[in-house]
């Protein structure tokens, strides 16, 4: 049974969200969408390891950008026919002690630190985006109560790391070729 005094708390509770709707659409907030590439470059080719680069693919992919494959093995000797080559170079994923348990001396709280660098060529070889590093950090604590799920954790915040990075590589070269 719907009471005036539930009515009441319903709209007290959406008048914030209405007021917070309201401000963000005011100040020019919109929500980010796919990043958009400049369809006169063509197929695009991506080069570098396979877990980074089947990521970036998976986001050309949404932002509507054919990509081309690159070979089996992500090398730079695939077909030339891509108007465009992302090379995707130093992949690297570090673990960091940030925290130590006082009473076990064990280690309680990591930082992962996942870093990409990358830079974009056309077909001759000339740079268009120059080489630029994309670095993004994670902590976690560790339990020792849970040591399996721990390491699954850390598997899942450096498949998470990855996906960031694919997004913001895909960005900043979507934002370097617009200028």
């Given at each position: 049974m719907i009471t005036a005094r539930s009515k009441a708390r319903n709209v007290v509770l959406a008048?914030?969200?209405a007021i917070a709707i309201a401000m963000a659409s005011g100040c020019g907030y919109q929500l980010?969408?796919?990043?958009?590439?400049?369809?006169e470059l063509g197929a695009m080719r991506v080069t570098g390891p396979g877990d980074i680069r089947t990521a970036v693919i998976r986001?050309?992919?949404?932002?509507?950008?054919?990509?081309e494959p690159a070979g089996g093995s992500g090398?730079?000797?695939?077909?030339?026919?891509?108007?465009t080559v992302l090379h995707l170079e130093d992949e690297r994923l570090d673990r960091r002690v940030l925290s130590v348990d006082p009473d076990t001396v064990r280690e309680r709280e990591f930082?992962?630190?996942?870093?990409?660098t990358f830079r974009v060529t056309d077909a001759q070889?000339?740079?268009l985006v120059p080489k630029q590093t994309v670095s993004l950090l994670r902590d976690y604590v560790f339990d020792t109560r849970a040591v399996l799920a721990k390491d699954r954790e850390q598997e899942?915040?450096?498949?998470?790391?990855?996906r960031d990075a694919a997004a913001r590589i895909v960005d900043r070269v979507a934002a370097m070729l617009r200028q």
């Open positions: 008048l914030p969200i980010r969408g796919a990043a958009s590439l400049a369809p986001v050309l992919g949404g932002a509507g950008v054919p990509v090398d730079d000797s695939a077909g030339d026919s891509a108007g930082e992962l630190a996942y870093r990409v070889g000339e740079e899942v915040l450096h498949a998470e790391l990855r």
